[in-house]
């Protein structure tokens, strides 16, 4: 009698239970029911949403360290970062919204970027980063609180009502968060759990055979 060897899957809308079938390149798996994507054989996925996460992270440091934007009032200026508005709101005693936008525009990106790295790059050279399984379950929880494209589209609203008043000087970190939007978002689209787990599997079980 021929042995099935193929995995189970549940469709993550529909609930499901189906078989995992082989893929060709590029190719994805659809549920019979509802038509959502299942799992999809990336080409290289590993390695690209690397690529685009380790970008992402320079970016990052550069969106922070430099102004956002600068204000001209006659012949004085100013300029202001993430970490300045952040303080800047914490000193007017709105305490509650910069704690929220330090969360999701500073902490919670920085830790997703980090952990990633983390995860990531042992993988690339065949190797399995301790707590590499609490990892993958902790980047569940908080990517959705990740909220770059919320602060880009604020300072975006802010600049449009602050060029009817004073002179607004975009600065490198607008840039910078743009870019880092974009990156982060072909992360998100590029990343596979699925291809993480066969890669820590694989590894697992030549480390058990050996």
């Not at 509802?34 to 590993?46: H, Q």
């Not at 970016?59 to 993430?82: D, K, R, T, Y």
């Amino acid at each position: 009698m021929e042995h099935h060897s193929a995995q189970l899957i549940a469709c993550h809308d529909c609930d499901l239970l189906q078989r995992e079938i082989p893929l060709k390149k590029g190719c994805t798996a659809s549920c019979r029911r509802c038509g959502a994507v299942l799992y999809r054989n990336a080409t290289d996925s590993i390695d690209r949403t690397l690529a685009f996460t380790l970008a992402a992270a320079v970016l990052f440091v550069i969106a922070n360290l430099f102004p956002i934007f600068a204000i001209e009032i006659q012949e004085s200026g100013s300029e202001i970062n993430l970490f300045g508005a952040v303080q800047s709101l914490w000193d007017k005693q709105m305490h509650s919204v910069s704690l929220l936008v330090f969360l999701t525009t500073i902490l919670i990106p920085a830790l997703e970027l980090i952990t990633m790295t983390y995860l990531l790059l042992p993988l690339k050279f065949r190797s399995v980063p301790a707590g590499s399984h609490l990892l993958l379950g902790m980047l569940k929880i908080v990517k959705p609180w990740g909220m770059i494209e919320v602060l880009m589209l604020g300072v975006l609203v802010s600049l449009v009502k602050l060029t009817s008043s004073f002179k607004v000087i975009p600065g490198i970190a607008l840039w910078s968060f743009a870019a880092l939007t974009l990156l982060l978002a072909a992360a998100a689209a590029t990343f596979s759990a699925r291809d993480v787990w066969e890669r820590m599997d694989s590894r697992s079980d030549r480390e058990v055979a050996a």
